[in-house]
């Protein structure tokens, strides 16, 4: 008799720890297998394995209940290795998550641990057999077009008919395997000579005796030719290599980069279906490949020798996943490289204050880019909109702004605009009594998108038929208030009939493959200008564009978050950057309300450092990130009572500790839901997390009914 220890997989619980099973069979650590719990059938992962002589009694009164028996073993080999399992508990005391989630989050979908049934994708082959059969001429003629590992499905189109009387002789077997992914074979071709600027941090890198390095490198300094010099130097040692970026569909240069140089890579990320996900998985596991570039979740593949991470725009929000387990991947970036002795290398042209400031304090090694390759940065001008609306001029197009694309296109040049709000007008409003049109389940204005006239919650997207009175005092007509990206493309378009405008936003790209196509079109110049929100900010590297506008650019300021300095900086930083990036001087035109605001100082200036110190001091007076730790805990149900009292009862928990505790705070309604936002702020994160989780098995033990969401260090708090 066996005895098992294993985590039960049952989303609704919560409970971090084993159970215990009983086996007559022998079973692998972390296999899955099948048993009951609460009398319903569903997988658990073993943890433990132990030889017992006892009998069923002993058993019983040893440990005073009788262990169930497993129903039935659902794996041959284990799902995980013992240091992914462990990063998985890891991820769940510093996130404060459900262990299960946690594991659930690292794995692909066929080997998840709810997802038993739907395995990989089988496919049926034949065997074929040699030897003396006698066969017919037609089953002759058959017989030999088939060869040994033929799928199934491309022999039965030869003859049905024939192929079931050769399986019935047994002259040919049928067998399933799993289904292969081929990935395409690329060509090594020759590496860039690095510059002395980028040697010099090559080598730095290579022989420092730190963990973690910060490459503060500008835009366009060459960054991302390190990177694969870098991952050359671990791979020729027989290590592999992780490069994690933000988004992959918006980085087919640097894809394109990597398959130039390397045969076989990975490429991981959420275009992937299932079963192609499951392929690349298994690709690492087997080490078949030992360099994988990919998104967020690629931080959990099974590499067997990391040398080295790197992880581009560090500073990226993309980064941090924003459902549980909200883990920030940096942090699980570094926990593995301690793991694997292995490097962490954080780039970005606006590192997080996070980082930089470890950089600063010696934790990490900083290593600096301060030039551009072409040596050459834009011309940067801020417009101030409200002279322009002074004078009449337009504050989607200014007047200034047209000038310089009227200039740029009759250049044969490109034009990137930025503007990060996608849609029509933001907001319709009553001109009468001033009621806004809403979301009934958020509490969210609606936004009007003009080409299917239609309006659309940004917050949930329930969509709603367009209305001509206002639904609380039925006056006519409604009034259309901001703009969008759908706006500001039929303004550029009446003032440019002739240029070729494209628009790059969350409704233009929803389909597979959709901003692969547009930004081809843009870079084989069959587009002139691409308009589009944050989505066109990052990475891309086009020599014909020499004109970068914004429009907007400090709407984000207005967002009361702490963080919104930040986000509003990198983003104009990461725009402005796709200027001029080639023998042609650049030029980046900046429209916003603000213009004295320091964000906005800062990147007229080019100056990250300027920035930095402004906003550290800032950070530091109201003692928020890095300067303290905020565990962030959010009560939601569809009730607002209910979401209120759990609210309370969490509060009730929490608010004698020795941390800045918040009280329950109500957050925006959204998707039909009520939420209450509860906040532990201080410096010691390992005591908070520690009391957090305390806190959160009571409320959890009295079977309270609203739903938990627990946040460390989160990026924004709305
Ligand atoms: P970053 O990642 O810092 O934005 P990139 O690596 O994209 O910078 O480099 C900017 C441009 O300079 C790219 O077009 C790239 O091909 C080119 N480049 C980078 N390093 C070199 C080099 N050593 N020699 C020649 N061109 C280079
Ligand atoms: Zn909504």
């Not at 029509?424 to 009468?432: L, N, Q, R, T």
Request: aromatic share 10%; glycine share 4%; proline share 3%.
């Amino acid at each position: 008799m066996y005895l098992l220890e294993a985590y039960v997989t049952n989303a609704s619980l919560n409970v971090n720890r084993p159970f215990t099973y009983l086996s007559n069979e022998e079973v692998e650590v972390f296999c899955r297998v099948k048993v009951l719990f609460h009398n319903a059938s569903t997988q658990a992962i073993v943890t433990e394995c132990t030889y017992t002589d006892e009998t069923i009694d002993q058993i019983k009164e040893r440990l005073g209940y009788e262990p169930l028996m497993i129903l039935d073993v659902t794996d041959e080999s284990p799902v995980i290795s013992k240091e992914l399992f462990d990063l998985s508990i890891w991820l769940s005391k510093t996130t404060v998550s459900p262990f299960i989630s946690c594991l659930n989050a690292m794995l692909p979908k066929a080997l998840k641990t709810s997802r038993s049934q739907k395995g990989p994708k089988m496919i049926e082959c034949f065997h074929k057999y040699e030897g003396d059969f006698s066969f017919t001429k037609k089953q002759q003629e058959v017989y030999e077009q088939l060869f040994d590992g033929i799928e199934a499905s491309k022999a039965r189109k030869i003859s049905v008919s024939i192929i079931n009387k050769l399986l019935s002789m047994n002259a040919i077997s049928s067998y399933f395997k799993e289904a292969s992914y081929q990935s395409a074979d690329y060509d090594l071709s020759a590496f860039q000579t690095l510059t002395e600027d980028q040697k010099k941090v090559y080598e730095q890198l290579i022989s420092s005796d730190k963990m973690v390095s910060l490459l503060y490198g500008v835009t366009g300094s060459g960054k991302t030719e390190v990177y694969l010099h870098l991952a050359r130097y671990y791979l020729e040692k027989g290590k592999d290599v992780l490069i994690l970026v933000p988004e992959i569909s918006l980085t087919p240069q640097m894809i394109h980069r990597v398959r130039q140089r390397f045969n076989d890579v990975v490429f991981y990320h959420s275009e992937l279906s299932d079963q192609e996900r499951y392929e690349q998985y298994k690709r690492v596991k087997n080490k078949e490949v030992r360099i994988v570039v990919g998104t967020r979740s690629s931080i959990f593949l099974p590499f067997s020798d990391l040398g080295i991470i790197i992880i581009d725009e560090e500073h990226d929000q993309s980064y941090k996943q924003d459902s549980v387990p909200c883990y920030h991947v940096k942090n699980v970036a570094i926990k593995r490289a301690i793991d694997h002795k292995a490097k962490v290398l954080l780039a970005s042209a606006t590192p997080s204050l996070d980082s930089y400031s470890r950089a600063l304090k010696g934790d990490y090694q900083l290593l600096e880019l301060k030039d551009r390759i072409n040596h050459s940065f834009p011309k940067i001008e801020i417009i101030d909109l409200n002279k322009q609306i002074r004078n009449h001029s337009s504050y989607i197009i200014t007047k200034p702004l047209e000038e310089e694309i009227g200039k740029c296109l009759s250049n044969h040049k490109q034009a990137i605009i930025l503007l990060n709000r996608r849609g029509y007008s933001p907001i319709v409003k009553c001109s009468e009594c001033s009621s806004v049109l809403m979301c009934q389940d958020c509490d969210t204005p609606l936004n009007y998108h003009k080409d299917e006239n239609i309006l659309k919650c940004h917050q949930c997207g329930r969509t709603y038929k367009v209305i001509d009175r206002c639904p609380v005092c039925g006056h006519k007509p409604l009034l259309y208030y901001g703009f969008g990206t759908k706006k500001a493309e039929e303004d550029l378009q009446k003032l440019f009939p002739d240029a070729r405008i494209e628009r790059m936003d969350r409704d233009s790209t929803y389909k597979k493959g959709a901003h692969e196509l547009i930004l081809k079109r843009f870079e084989q110049h069959e587009t002139d200008i691409l308009l589009g929100t944050q989505m066109i900010s990052k990475g891309l590297d086009y020599p014909d564009v020499t004109l970068v506008g914004i429009l907007n650019a400090d709407a984000g300021l207005m967002h009361q978050d702490y963080n919104s300095a930040k986000v509003t900086f990198d983003l104009l930083m990461q725009a402005s950057g796709r200027s001029g990036r080639s023998a042609d001087s650049g030029k980046v035109l900046i429209q916003a309300f603000n213009p004295d605001h320091y964000a906005i100082k800062a990147v007229l200036n080019q100056d990250y450092t300027y920035f930095y110190n402004i906003e550290m001091n800032y950070r530091n007076k109201t003692s928020y990130p890095p300067y303290s730790h905020i565990i962030e805990v959010v009560l939601s149900d569809d009730n607002n009572q209910r979401a209120l009292s759990c609210a309370d009862f969490f509060y009730q928990q929490i608010r004698d500790l020795p941390f800045k505790i918040y009280k329950p705070f109500e957050l925006r309604k959204s998707k039909a839901s009520y939420h209450y936002r509860l906040l532990i702020m201080g410096k010691d994160l390992l005591n908070m997390l520690k009391e957090t989780h305390k806190a959160l098995n009571t409320y959890i033990g009295t079977r309270k009914h609203a739903r938990v969401k627990i946040d460390v260090d989160p990026l924004y708090l709305e």
